[in-house]
T-cell receptor, first 116, second 113 residues
Framework: DAGVIQSPRHEVTEMGQEVTLRCKPI?????LFWYRQTMMRGLELLIY????????DSGMPEDRFSAKMPNASFSTLKIQPSEPRDSAVYFC??????????????FGPGTRLTVL | KNQVEQSPQSLIILEGKNCTLQ??????????LRWYKQDTGRGPVSLTI?????NTKSNGRYTATLDADTKQSSLHITASQLSDSASYIC????????????FGGGTRVLVKP
């Protein structure tokens, strides 16, 4: 298995532009998580899905952030409009059905976002 | 408020030496505790996971302990290698729908030859 796939790996954009981050979870996993990591705040959970349905989006910082999961193999995190304070590494993670495991999460390589 | 505190923030050790990282948490109700290793520029990778009834678990040279009464965990690295240089993150899961996670700030370990 290729693991969790994220694209792009790096994104540099200007303030005000729309940014879309993409994630393909591991096949068979029914949980998908979006995280943001910064030096100041560490890892923060933004939102997670179960069976393509958003379960908890309380970590989404504001209305500029939105996430979708149209099917079991694809999710997007969109920032519109982007701001310099959104600069961070964004991780996507997936985990198998909870009845099969102790819900270990498998992380993707991350997308490093820089907003100028 | 649920919190996970890790110490030290960073440490430098010589190759071959042992070290111990600490994690204190206030998450309740407790479900499980994980230690992740994060290499620079990579995503975190799970090292160990412990539930309430487990007080020690090993993964190669990594040994994690859990004291659910005092809400403390430690990660011991034995005979450190240069490849152990990374950040180690303690993550506690809250027993609720979806097992919400609370992350510690991590301990950055640098192993020097």
């Amino acid at each position: 298995d290729a693991g969790v796939i994220q694209s792009p790996r790096h994104e540099v954009t200007e303030m005000g532009q729309e940014v879309t981050l993409r994630c393909k979870p591991i096949s068979g996993h029914d949980y998908l998580f979006w995280y943001r990591q910064t030096m100041m705040r560490g890892l923060e959970l933004l939102i997670y899905f179960n069976n393509n349905v958003p379960i908890d989006d309380s970590g989404m910082p504001e209305d500029r952030f939105s996430a979708k999961m149209p099917n079991a193999s694809f999710s997007t995190l969109k920032i519109q409009p982007s701001e310099p304070r959104d600069s961070a590494v964004y991780f996507c993670a997936s985990s198998p059905p909870s009845h099969l495991s102790t819900d270990t999460q498998y992380f993707g390589p991350g997308t490093r976002l820089t907003v100028l | 408020k649920n919190q996970v505190e890790q110490s030290p923030q960073s440490l430098i050790i010589l190759e071959g030496k042992n070290c111990t990282l600490q994690c204190n948490y206030t998450v309740s109700p407790f479900s499980n505790l994980r230690w992740y290793k994060q290499d620079t520029g990579r995503g975190p990778v799970s090292l160990t996971i412990m539930t309430f009834s487990e007080n020690t678990k090993s993964n190669g040279r990594y040994t994690a302990t859990l004291d659910a009464d005092t809400k403390q965990s430690s990660l011991h690295i034995t005979a450190s290698q240069l490849s152990d240089s990374a950040s180690y993150i303690c993550v506690v899961s809250e027993k609720a729908a979806g097992n919400k996670l609370t992350f510690g700030g991590g301990t950055r370990v640098l192993v020097k030859p």
